[in-house]
C-alpha cells in the first residue's frame, strides 16, 4: 500500500470512500480474487484509526471470512426478561465476536502487500455518480473510478409518514474482576434486567475468561444519554449481577440508526455499502454479518466483469417485519422488553437467530411472530403497509 500525493494518476478502478469495517469487507474479497486483485484501488478516510475501539459481535454456522481472527465465540447464549432467563445452545449457530483491532491489523497487512493500493487522507464531498466514471473530491483535487463504493452518510435521511428513525446507541467497559465469576462457555444476549426509564435498554455480556468479560449496556431510543447515565446503569448492574470487585480496562462507545428508510443501495457509478447502502437491520441494529453478505454479493459480480448491483433486505419481507417492529417501539404500543421476551421465551433460541439473521423460511416466521401480542403489531402492520 502507499500513499497518493498530488500530481499521481487519478484515475483508479475502484475507490472507496470511508475505510472502515464495510470497506476492508469488500476490499479484503477483492484482493483475494485473481481477477480483481490486481485492479488500481483508493481507500479515502479522514484517517485510519477509526475501527480500532470497536467490538462485532455476530452469530454464522461454521467457517466464517474473518474466522482467523475470531477473539471468542459461543454456542451457548443466556436470555434474561422479566420473570423469565435461560440458557440455551445455539447450534448449528457459534455467537462470535471480533475485535476492531485485530480486524484492522489483519487488513492492514494484507493491503501492505498489494502497492496497487493507495491510501488518502482527506475529506470527500457527496459524491456524482451518473457519468461514464464516479467522481469524488477530496482536499480540493478531483478523483475518478469505474466504480466508488461509499460508505459515508454525506446528509441525515429526510423521513416521510411512518419512516422512524431510533438510535441503537451503547456503551461498554471491558473489565477484570477479582473473583472468578464468568462462564467462558456462554454469553448474554439480552439481559432486560435493568432500568427501562429511557426506553428498550438491556445488557449484554460477553465472557472472555473466568475474570474478564465485555459488559455492555444498550438502548433503542431516540435521544443519546449523557456518560454519567451510562455508566450509573453498568455500575448498578454490575453491583447487583457480577458481584464483584472489579478494574476497567477499556471503555468503547457508539450509536447506529436503526430506520426503516431505505438508504439508495446505488446511483450510476456509486454504490453505497455499509449503513449508507441499507445493510444495518433496522429492528436490532445487527450490521456486521449483514455487510459480509453483500461484500461477497458485489465480489462475485466484480469478479465475473458484472456491474455490481446490490440486492440488499431492503427489498424482502424482512425489511417490512423490521418495519413493523420498529413502528410499536417508536409508538410505544408495547414495551421492548415485552417484545422480546415473549420472542425468546416462546420459540427456540437458534430459531430466533435464524429469523432475525434473515434466514428463515415464511412458515418459520409464522411461527415464530404467531406468538406476539396480535393487535400491536397489527395496528403497526396496517400504518406500514398503507404509509
Not at 500500500?1 to 475502484?14: F, S
Not at 487522507?121 to 478523483?143: C, H, R, S
Not at 435493568?194 to 475474570?211: C, D, I
Request: aromatic share 12%.
Amino acid at each position: 500500500m502507499k500513499r497518493n500525493e498530488p500530481g499521481n494518476n487519478r484515475r483508479y478502478d475502484y475507490i472507496f470512500t470511508g475505510a472502515g469495517c464495510a470497506a476492508m469487507s469488500l476490499l479484503m474479497r477483492l484482493l483475494q480474487h485473481p481477477d480483481t486483485s490486481s485492479k488500481r484501488i483508493l481507500l479515502l478516510d479522514k484517517d485510519n484509526t477509526g475501527m480500532r475501539n470497536k467490538t462485532w459481535c455476530f452469530w454464522e454456522k461454521g467457517t466464517g471470512f474473518f474466522e482467523s481472527i475470531i477473539h471468542r465465540q459461543y454456542k451457548q447464549l443466556w436470555y434474561h426478561g422479566n420473570g423469565y432467563s435461560k440458557c440455551s445452545n445455539i447450534l448449528p449457530y457459534h455467537y462470535k465476536m471480533i475485535r476492531g483491532e485485530d480486524f484492522y491489523h489483519h487488513c492492514m497487512e494484507a493491503i501492505a502487500t498489494h502497492p496497487n493500493v493507495e491510501w488518502l487522507n482527506g475529506e470527500a464531498l457527496p459524491i456524482d455518480g451518473d457519468g461514464e466514471e464516479a467522481v469524488v473530491q477530496v482536499n480540493g483535487d478531483t478523483y475518478f473510478a469505474s466504480y466508488i463504493f461509499n460508505s459515508i452518510i454525506f446528509q441525515p435521511p429526510v423521513l416521510k409518514k411512518h419512516e422512524h428513525m431510533l438510535l441503537q446507541h451503547f456503551k461498554g467497559w471491558s473489565m477484570e474482576t477479582e473473583e472468578p465469576v464468568f462462564d467462558p462457555s456462554a454469553a448474554t444476549l439480552m439481559d432486560f434486567r435493568v432500568s427501562q426509564e429511557y426506553g428498550t435498554a438491556f445488557v449484554y455480556v460477553m465472557p472472555l475468561s473466568q475474570r474478564q468479560a465485555l459488559v455492555e449496556y444498550t438502548l433503542f431510543t431516540a435521544e443519546l444519554l449523557t456518560s454519567e447515565q451510562y455508566e450509573a446503569v453498568l455500575k448498578q448492574y454490575i453491583q447487583e449481577h457480577i458481584k464483584s470487585a472489579y478494574t476497567v480496562l477499556n471503555k468503547e462507545e457508539g450509536k447506529i440508526p436503526m430506520t426503516n428508510y431505505r438508504w439508495p443501495e446505488s446511483k450510476g457509478k456509486l454504490i453505497n455499502i455499509g449503513t449508507a447502502g441499507g445493510q444495518t437491520k433496522s429492528s436490532s441494529g445487527y450490521t456486521f454479518q449483514f455487510i459480509q453478505q453483500h461484500a461477497e454479493l458485489l465480489s462475485r459480480q466484480l469478479a465475473r466483469g458484472e456491474e455490481p448491483r446490490p440486492q440488499g433486505y431492503q427489498h424482502t419481507r424482512f425489511h417490512f417485519y423490521d418495519a413493523v417492529l420498529l413502528e410499536v417501539l417508536v409508538k410505544q404500543y408495547l414495551p421492548g422488553e415485552t417484545i422480546f421476551t415473549r420472542l425468546f421465551s416462546k420459540n427456540k433460541l437458534s430459531g430466533v437467530l435464524q429469523f432475525l439473521g434473515n434466514q428463515s423460511s415464511l412458515s418459520d416466521e409464522i411461527r415464530i411472530i404467531s406468538v406476539l401480542p396480535k393487535w400491536p403489531f397489527l395496528k403497526a402492520a396496517l400504518n406500514q403497509v398503507f404509509r
